[in-house]
T-cell receptor
Framework: RKEVEQDPGPFNVPEGATVAFNCTYS??????FFWYRQDCRKEPKLLMS???SGNEDGRFTAQLNRASQYISLLIRDSKLSDSATYLC?????????FGPGTRLSVLP | NAGVTQTPKFRVLKTGQSMTLLCAQD?????MYWYRQDPGMGLRLIHY???????AKGEVPDGYNVSRLKKQNFLLGLESAAPSQTSVYFC???????????FGDGTRLSIL
């Protein structure tokens, strides 16, 4: 089993749609979880941290399920500017493991 | 705010040449990381450092060396470049493994 796995994508959705991404991780000792977005040929940028109780930032909601070892990201009311690759990141000891990413295209 | 700065932005090398990539951060972060990203793939950790004077191997360390002589700088060296090392290299830093990483804008390296 890979350390961090994500929905393979790509996801093509119309503007205004709600889209959800899932991520699973293999290390039950992991303690920190993040979602990053990466635009084509750019550096990854932090979208949001993921907390045990779940957290929301505007149109974005992140959830963590420790028992099942998965995290999710929900994007409501998708905008054209949300088109990017979304990376799930999990800490393994002193470093981080990145998932392969899920590409999202929001269509007009 | 500069954040994480990588130099150079682009470089073309011939097989067998050596070079050093520089990463500098001004956020007083303890942890620093070097990743490579190949087309269609996720980021893979090359080496990392949890403090000045310390380094550790990541997932793909072969062919690379690193040094962290100063807290704010993390250098990645290629002693004898190979075409398989053609990639985009990202540096990142963080306060620790429980805190998010901040990335530089990458170095695009081509080895002919």
């Amino acid at each position: 089993r890979k350390e961090v796995e994500q929905d393979p994508g790509p996801f093509n959705v119309p503007e205004g749609a709600t889209v959800a991404f899932n991520c699973t991780y293999s290390n039950s000792a992991s303690q920190s979880f993040f979602w990053y977005r990466q635009d084509c040929r750019k550096e990854p940028k932090l979208l949001m941290s993921v907390y045990s109780s779940g957290n929301e930032d505007g149109r974005f909601t992140a959830q963590l399920n420790r028992a099942s070892q998965y995290i999710s990201l929900l994007i409501r009311d998708s905008k054209l500017s949300d088109s990017a690759t979304y990376l799930c990141v999990v800490n393994y000891g002193q470093n981080f493991v990145f998932g392969p990413g899920t590409r999202l295209s929001v269509l007009p | 705010n500069a954040g994480v700065t990588q130099t150079p932005k682009f470089r073309v090398l011939k097989t067998g040449q050596s070079m050093t990539l520089l990463c500098a951060q001004d956020m007083n972060h303890e942890y620093m990381y070097w990743y490579r990203q190949d087309p269609g793939m996720g980021l893979r950790l090359i080496h990392y450092s949890v403090g000045e004077g310390t380094t550790a191997k990541g997932e793909v360390p072969d062919g690379y060396n690193v040094s962290r002589l100063k807290k704010q700088n993390f250098l990645l060296g290629l002693e004898s470049a190979a075409p398989s090392q053609t990639s985009v290299y990202f540096c990142a830093s963080s306060y620790g493994s429980l805190k998010p990483q901040h990335f530089g804008d990458g170095t695009r390296l081509s080895i002919l």
